[in-house]
């Protein structure tokens, strides 16, 4: 699917909004994967990140970093910085207040690209920002794009998942995430050659419990999955 976003805003087409979830344990390849592919283009993009020092969003994107101060976030946002990596501080209530306010910002920026690094943070099964459930159910409209992580599915918001258009899958640690996926992928029973040529059952949560690092299942826009693995960088 192309995401050149920046031409279908220019020519006024028709809008090709996506919600993407990028889903796995730490080192899987998640970050790897939206650097490398999710955002090759974009019109302007918005990243909320938790982990800046490792991550290094501003590096990767040449963009402004605002850290903790949800007033110089507007002030970027109206000065037209096209790249604006936003790195929460404080403690968890802090925290949580800045994601609304940086959500209800996004709202406002047809056309933008938005990355919510790690949303088990800010998020939880039963309750996110209603800011965020917004843009979690009607981001599309807004024509944006929006990307969420979580290492740990089972403990983010259950509404984000059920309306993405796009789900990529890492390997998960705990059977409780895996199960959350399996159900997201839509995956059945997978039958595979063994001893004796007798075939053996792989059932959905041992198929994504096993993955290895950096291979994934994906959710495409029309329900199908496909397997791979990250290009290598
Ligand atoms: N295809 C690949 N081959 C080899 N190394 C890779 C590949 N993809 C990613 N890596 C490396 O693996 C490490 C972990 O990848 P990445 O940061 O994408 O994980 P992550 O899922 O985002 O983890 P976290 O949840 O901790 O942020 C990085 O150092 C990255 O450079
Ligand atoms: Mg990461």
Redesign the pocket.
């Known amino acids: 699917m192309t995401r050149n976003k920046a031409t279908a805003a220019t020519a006024g087409t028709k809008n090709k909004a996506d919600i993407i979830a990028v889903i796995?344990?730490?080192?899987?390849?998640?970050?790897?994967?939206i650097k490398g592919e999710l955002l090759k283009r974009y019109l302007r993009l918005l990243v909320w990140s938790p982990?800046e020092k490792t991550?290094d969003y501003a590096g990767f994107c040449k963009g402004v970093v605002v850290t903790g101060k949800i007033s110089e976030l507007v002030a970027q946002v109206k000065s037209g910085a096209r790249a604006i990596v936003y790195v929460p501080t404080g403690s968890d209530a802090e925290v949580k207040a800045q994601f609304d306010r940086f959500c209800r910002i996004v709202w406002e920026l047809n056309g933008a690209t938005v990355l919510v690094e790690?949303l088990s943070r800010v998020t939880m099964a039963s309750w996110s920002p209603q800011a965020w459930k917004n843009l979690s159910t009607a981001g599309r409209h807004q024509g944006l794009t929006i990307i969420g992580?979580s290492?740990r599915p089972a403990t983010i918001d259950k509404d984000f998942l059920g309306n993405c258009t796009e789900i990529r899958c890492?390997r998960v640690n705990y059977d409780n995430d895996a199960k959350v996926m399996a159900d997201s992928l839509g995956l059945q029973t997978q039958y595979e050659p063994g001893t004796g040529g007798k075939s053996v059952a792989v059932k959905p949560l041992q198929q994504i419990r096993t993955l290895p690092?950096?291979h994934f299942i994906h959710k495409n826009p029309d329900l199908s999955t496909r397997r791979g693995?990250?290009?290598?960088?």
């Not at 693995?229 to 960088?233: A, G, I, P, Y």
């Open positions: 796995g344990a730490s080192g899987t390849g998640k970050s790897s994967y982990l991550d790690e992580t290492q890492y690092n950096f693995v990250n290009k290598s960088l």
